[in-house]
């Protein structure tokens, strides 16, 4: 079955940037969407069609595309931005796959 | 506004089938284009994607749980169901219920499920 592929964890102290990575076959022909998760929570999307910010988003979450890989930026990171994040995309016949997550620790 | 809340026994023994609905205000899934998937997540794991249906009425599977899956809607009572036969103890997980309009934009809280005998 299709995979998409993210780091463990990210670590990144207060201020600074933070990349997580999301690999799979099909990301070069469907997009990502990236979904941040605070325990006890549902997820709430961050990035959709691999760089759409919707409203309500702070201007620091960023996605981007290169390739076989997609990329969520959080400039600037600040504590409240610790949880888990999840991207996701479609494989080759439409159906939706999730990322394995990624937990994103502010040091 | 656009809310969604997940219905269902919150234990269900193995093998036996569990029904969850999701009813859902603030959007029509007579629009065009509109869809409203279910998700799953096991304490402490990754989220899973299982089954999507469409505006139209045309429904997806997750590919290794299709045959214990049925989604369906009742467009008049804004509800989605989800059924899922032959529980074991491993489907033990939070379902979620999502609306999808460039990206699954609205989730709702979550209802867990234990499969215990």
């Known amino acids: 079955s299709y995979e998409l592929t993210q780091p463990p964890s990210v670590s990144v102290s207060p201020g600074q940037t933070a990349r997580i990575t999301c690999s799979g076959d099909?990301?070069?022909?469907?997009?990502a969407y990236w979904y941040q998760q605070k325990p006890g929570q549902a997820p709430v999307l961050v990035i959709y069609?691999?760089?759409e910010r919707p409203s309500g988003i702070p201007e620091r979450f960023s996605g981007s595309s290169s390739g076989t890989t997609v990329t969520l930026t959080i400039s600037g990171v600040q504590a409240e931005d610790e949880a888990d994040y999840y991207c996701?995309?479609?494989?080759?016949?439409?159906?939706?796959?999730f990322g394995g997550g990624t937990k994103l620790t502010v040091l | 506004q656009v809310t969604l809340r997940e219905s269902g026994p919150a234990l269900v023994k193995p093998t036996q089938t569990l029904t969850l609905t999701c009813t859902f205000s603030?959007?029509?899934?007579?629009?065009?284009?509109?869809?409203v998937n279910w998700i799953r997540q096991p304490p402490g794991k990754a989220l899973e994607w299982l089954a999507r249906?469409?505006?139209?009425?045309?429904?997806y599977y997750s590919t290794s749980l299709k045959t214990r899956l049925t989604i369906s809607k009742d467009t008049s009572k804004n509800q989605v169901v989800l059924t899922m036969t032959n529980m074991d103890p491993v489907d033990t997980a939070t379902y979620y219920c999502?609306?999808?309009?460039?990206?699954?934009?609205?989730w709702g809280q979550g209802t867990l499920v234990t499969v215990s005998s």
């Open positions: 999502a609306r999808e309009d460039k990206g699954f934009d609205s």
């Open positions: 603030g959007f029509s899934l007579s629009t065009y284009g509109m869809c």
């Open positions: 249906i469409d505006w139209d009425d045309d429904k």
């Open positions: 099909t990301l070069p022909k469907q997009y």
């Open positions: 069609k691999d760089s």
């Open positions: 996701q995309s479609a494989d080759s016949s439409g159906t939706w796959v």
